[in-house]
Structures are given as C-alpha cells and as structure tokens.
C-alpha cells in the first residue's frame, strides 16, 4: 500500500488546491460547504464540492493520507476512471445520506473528503481482504475485514448518540457508497468473497433495521 500514480497525484491534488482556498477565502468555504438549508434552497453543487474543502490542515492531510495508502489497491485492481467513479460516488452518497438524517437541521454543515475516503477505503478492503491493516498505538496487524466492520458499527454508534463533531453519517454513507460501486463493477467477488461480502454487508443491515426500527 501507498503508490502515487497520475491520477491519485490529480485527487490529491484538486483536494490540497480547493482546500487551500478555502483556508484562505471564508466567502469561498461559505459558498460551497455542505449546509441543508442551502441544498434544500436548490444550491446542490454543496453535495460535490464540499468533499473537496476541509477544516483544517490537518483535517486535509489524514485525509490524504489515508487516501494515499488505500487507492493504489482500487486503482491496481480496478483502474483509474473506476477509482474516480467510486471516489466521487462515495463523497455525494455520503452527502446524501447526511442530508437525509439532517433534512430538517436547516443549518447543519459539514465539508471534508472523509466520504470518499471511506468509499475507497472500503472498496480496497473488499477487494483485498485478506490484507492486514496497523494502526496507530497497536502492536498486531488487524484483518482488514475487521477493522472495516467495526468502522461502520463504530459509525452507526457515533450516528445514534450524536455527542461529537464528526460526520458520522457520511462516512457510513461513503463506505456503503464504495462497497455497492464495487459489487456492481466487480460482481465476481459476490462468488469468489461471497462469506466477506456477507460479513461487510452486516453494519449495513443493522443501519437499514435500526432506521425502519425508528432507533436511529
């Protein structure tokens, strides 16, 4: 894992590029951030372009990075336009299901690429499950298949409790967002990973329950 090629230089860099300008143009950051009231006004280019602006410095470069370790698998195995379908598919899903949660917040916002990072990060893992991820202030590799099930558990939890500033959601969304692009692009993987693309679809399940349930 972590390769650049052309096209993850070109992400990265629209990223680092609409980002900066943000940090420097509150106007800018104002005009193209995710905010409900304004998508419902009709503004939906937030739905895009706020996948593309961030917070913080630090914010961008997790974001990158992360980016930077997982597209190389999608890329290697999927190509380069699929990789570009799957990115921008998981930032608006992941939007899109902020939205729904939020429809009636009028002035929730949010910005950051963490959709579309967790699409891809989750279309590497689904395509690559047998790889082994290391984290930060853990000694043993953890399976990829486990850290990508307990992620969007930890986000359905974060998506009920609601006490943080993380968009939860989104992530949730995106994730979904690279584990359907996936399937549908690769459909062999329902016969060759068919028990892991079980095991991937329980976090969705529960969501899909939970809000029918009224419990989300």
């Known amino acids: 894992m972590g390769d650049l090629n052309l096209i993850t230089v070109v992400v990265i860099g629209i990223n680092v590029l609409i980002s900066m300008k943000g940090f420097n143009d509150y106007s800018f950051f104002e005009k193209y951030k995710f905010n409900t009231g304004a998508v419902r006004r009709g503004e939906q280019i937030r739905i895009l372009s706020s996948g593309f602006l961030h917070v913080s410095t630090s914010h961008l470069f997790f974001n990158m990075l992360t980016l930077y370790f997982f597209a190389p698998i999608v890329i290697s195995l999927l190509g380069n336009w699929e990789f570009v379908v799957i990115y921008l598919g998981s930032l608006i899903l992941g939007n899109l299901l902020s939205y729904y949660f939020h429809k009636d917040e009028y002035h929730y916002t ?7 990072v967790s699409g891809i990060l989750y279309s590497a893992i689904l395509l690559n499950p047998d790889m082994s991820l290391y984290m930060f202030f853990i000694p043993v590799p953890i399976p990829a298949y486990i850290f990508g099930i307990g992620y969007l558990l930890y ?7 609601n006490n943080d500033n993380i968009g939860h959601d989104a992530h949730f969304g995106g994730a979904v ?11 062999v993987l329902l016969q060759i990973n068919t028990l892991m693309v079980g095991l991937l679809a329980i976090p969705i399940v529960i969501l899909f329950i939970l809000n029918k349930t009224g419990k989300l």
């Open 155 to 161: 986000s359905i939890y974060g998506m009920r409790a």
């Open 177 to 187: 967002g690279g584990y359907v692009i996936t399937l549908l692009m690769a459909p």
């Open 110 to 116: 949010a910005v950051g690429a963490s959709g579309a």
